[in-house]
């Protein structure tokens, strides 16, 4: 965790940790699965904006407080890592920003 609290910075946090190619949806979320959702919701009504990563959809289905998240997506979800040439600029901004007060 870098910095937490309004407009700060977070850490990561995952619906399904792994690949898989027979994964599919579980009728309810597992245990671990309610504590992601339940940390992201609170980092996301703290005001700290969300980088989707991947899995955008299962993530909207158990996380309601995405929709009013302040979101932004990489450019290429096939290669999870942030970095300037993989978020829009708007993103890179919000980030450096949130950097310099630390």
Request: hydrophobic fraction near 40%; charge should be positive.
């Amino acid at each position: 965790m870098i910095r937490s609290g309004s407009g700060g910075l977070s850490s990561a946090s995952e619906l399904f940790p792994y690949a898989s190619r027979r994964y599919s949806a579980l009728p309810n979320l597992i245990p671990s699965q309610r504590y992601s959702s339940a940390l992201a919701a609170a980092k996301i009504r703290s005001g700290c904006p969300v980088i989707v990563m991947r899995a955008e959809t299962p993530w909207r289905e158990s996380l309601p407080e995405l929709a009013q998240a302040e979101c932004y997506r990489l450019k290429n979800p096939q290669a999870v890592y942030v970095s300037r040439n993989n978020l829009p600029p708007e993103a890179v901004r919000r980030i450096e920003g949130a950097l310099r007060a630390l």
